[in-house]
């Protein structure tokens, strides 16, 4: 994907303070980088922490790539982060309703063999025991619009820095950062179904996340629950 020299500047200073940052809280243990494509791709990845998209940007900046997050739209109006999301070219995203922009913008980067990366839940697991909780459809929905890959990836250990909750990072004992990059999902059956239903949609995206959760077992250790969490029915 193509960037300005402003934008590649930009890249740079965030990666400049994000990285020793990331590498004085947080061992690292990240498996997984050749399942990358060279292409455009969607990555589907549990969510535990606040902090964890830091850690998950990190990997595929390492990795040679520029990340790109959907990012609710609320937070591009802030003083400070606005205006950095907006250089970066992160993806704004209207909760209250689809937004045709955030598509297009979405499309464009997948196009130019960017790197969006999605968190299916939604939000951090609301799971007891942080298994990943029931996923939305849309991340489906994005890879049929632009028929790019989605590419499962669990993690494991970022909440124990910034429990959920907590607004500053516990610096001491030094945790570590687990991340496991899956291969593609094989989504074949659905991408060649004329006009999928909201069901087919559904199944797809908990083979996503079931997907998800093996990758993250063996990170964590025990098994994961035979139902997933669903916070709609746990009120």
């Keep these: 994907m193509s960037y ?7 890249y740079f200073g965030a990666a400049s303070i994000v990285r020793p940052l990331n590498m004085m809280l947080m061992r690292r243990d990240w498996q997984g980088q050749e399942n990358l494509p060279d292409s455009g791709m ?7 922490s606040d902090l964890d998209p830091l850690l998950v940007a990190h990997m595929i900046y390492s990795s040679g790539r520029i990340p790109h997050f959907l990012a609710k739209k609320e937070l591009f109006d802030a ?6 999301l907006t250089r970066l070219k992160q993806i704004p995203v209207d909760r209250a309703g689809r937004s045709v922009d955030s598509l297009k913008m979405a499309e464009k980067v997948l196009s130019d063999h960017g790197v969006i990366i999605v968190y299916p839940e939604g939000t951090t697991t609301k799971d007891p025991d942080m298994w ?3 996923g939305r459809v849309g991340m489906i929905r994005l890879a049929l619009s632009t028929q790019a890959p989605v590419i499962p990836v669990g993690q494991w250990g970022v909440h124990e820095t ?3 909750g907590d607004k500053f990072p516990q610096v001491f004992p030094r945790r570590t950062s687990s991340i496991r ?3 593609e999902s094989d989504l074949e059956w659905l991408r060649a179904m004329e006009h999928p239903s909201l069901k087919d949609l559904s199944v797809a995206t908990e083979q996503v996340m079931s997907e998800i959760t093996e ?9 994961p629950p035979e139902t997933r969490f669903n916070p709609a029915k746990n009120r």
Excluded at 42 to 48: D, K, T
Excluded at 79 to 84: D, K, L, R, T
């Design 4 to 10: 300005s020299l402003g934008q590649r500047a930009v």
């Design 42 to 48: 969607i990555l589907a990845v549990n969510h535990i």
């Design 79 to 84: 003083a400070v982060i606005g205006p950095a």
């Design 132 to 134: 990943p909780q029931v």
């Design 162 to 164: 910034l429990p959920k």
């Design 181 to 183: 990059i899956g291969t």
């Design 215 to 223: 990758l993250m077992a063996p990170l964590r250790g025990g098994t």
